[in-house]
């Protein structure tokens, strides 16, 4: 089991970028696959973005080639930089992490683009 503690969300205009932290506890987050969500208001929750152990990225088609994902092993932290964010991106990112299913979540981060 980890713990996640999600930071960096906030409001910003459309086109800006914000970078999204997750500090994960524990001794092995470098064996776990991590990922983001997110959950907008009335819609479920959805897959943005994951990182395996091993480096490989994964990414939802509607924010390829705008959010990267990377991880800091040294540090327990996986992140979510965002650029050229849009207003339908507005919404509470969970940041994830599991050995064979995301079991482990954080309490989420609002993230606010405006027009």
């Known amino acids: 089991q980890v713990q996640l503690v999600e930071s960096g969300g906030g409001l910003v205009q459309a086109g800006g970028s914000l970078r999204l932290s997750c500090a994960a506890s524990?001794?092995?987050?470098?064996?776990?696959?991590m990922a983001w969500f997110r959950q907008a208001p009335g819609k479920e929750r959805e897959f943005q973005a994951a990182?395996?152990?091993?480096?490989?990225?994964y990414y939802a088609g509607s924010v390829k080639g705008r959010f990267t994902i990377s991880r800091d092993n040294a540090k327990n932290t996986v992140y979510l930089q965002m650029n050229n964010l849009k207003p339908e991106d507005t919404a509470v990112y969970f940041c994830?992490?599991?050995?064979?299913?995301?079991?482990?979540w954080g309490q989420g981060t609002q993230v606010t683009v405006s027009s």
């Open positions: 994830a992490a599991g050995l064979q299913v995301y079991d482990n």
């Open positions: 524990g001794r092995e987050f470098s064996r776990y696959a």
């Open positions: 990182i395996r152990s091993g480096g490989s990225t």
